[in-house]
């Protein structure tokens, strides 16, 4: 499963790199193709080969709590109504449309996601799968123990925040009634759930996990706020 999911992860990569070269030719040439303002439809072999690759990246997250799985399963449901739309029916533009009285809305929409939407959401993904990756390899040198170095000196949950800006670069990306439902609801979850995992790990990990917890941010990396001095002399850590 782990190599299935790092596998996912560089097909993800790769799909997100092309993605982003398209759409700066785009913007450098200032040339869009007629086939271009027309959402895919129909593709639903690529519709589950994209949802695959996605929902890989779980199995690089290891599972300390029963309720994980509820965290993830409103995390699977973005991601198969995020790709159902974009490469099966496009729903949200269809009733977005209807409702704003604007038939060729799909054609904005496309000149959105190409102009903004694909190079502003694929950047903030990477950055999401980047975290989780790099949280994977620093549980899997951890060995069972706490892990706290690399990406761990900084967050104590990355891969949590990782899926959290997997989910919004594809919401940035391509905008969906059920993605902005959802991913509110996929951010509280996940900070529930990181403050569940703070107590599960403070009781088998004790005081080492106690130490780490009070200098270490839990799940957003802390604001400065300007105010170095005063932080510095506070001992202060911003949530």
């Given at each position: 499963m782990v190599t299935s999911a790092l596998v996912g992860s560089a097909l993800a990569i790769a799909a997100l790199f092309i993605g982003v070269a398209h759409s700066v030719m785009i913007l450098t040439t200032g040339k869009l193709a007629s086939g271009e303002l027309t959402i895919l439809r129909g593709n639903w072999a690529l519709v589950a080969a994209s949802i695959g690759a996605f929902l890989a990246f779980l199995a690089l997250i290891p599972l300390r709590l029963k309720k994980d799985w509820r965290?993830?399963?409103i995390y699977a449901a973005f991601i198969i109504s995020l790709f159902a739309e974009m490469f099966g029916f496009?729903?949200?533009v269809y009733f977005l449309s209807g409702i704003v009285g604007m038939p060729l809305l799909e054609k904005d929409f496309m000149q959105y996601m190409l102009e903004i939407g694909m190079p502003l959401g694929s950047l903030v993904t990477f950055?999401?799968?980047l975290l989780i990756i790099l949280g994977w390899r620093e549980i899997y040198r951890a060995r069972g123990q706490l892990a706290t170095r690399g990406v761990y000196r900084y967050l104590r949950h990355p891969q949590y925040l990782g899926i959290i800006l997997v989910a919004g670069g594809w919401l940035v990306h391509w905008p969906t009634i059920p993605g902005a439902v959802l991913w509110p609801l996929l951010v509280g979850l996940y900070y529930r759930l990181s403050r569940r995992e703070d107590k599960y790990l403070a009781?088998?990990?004790?005081?080492?996990y106690s130490e780490y917890a009070a200098k270490t941010p839990m799940l957003f990396p802390k604001w400065r706020l300007g105010l170095l001095s005063n932080e510095k002399s506070s001992g202060r850590v911003w949530r």
């Open positions: 965290s993830h399963g496009p729903l949200s950055l999401g799968v009781e088998t990990f004790g005081r080492q």
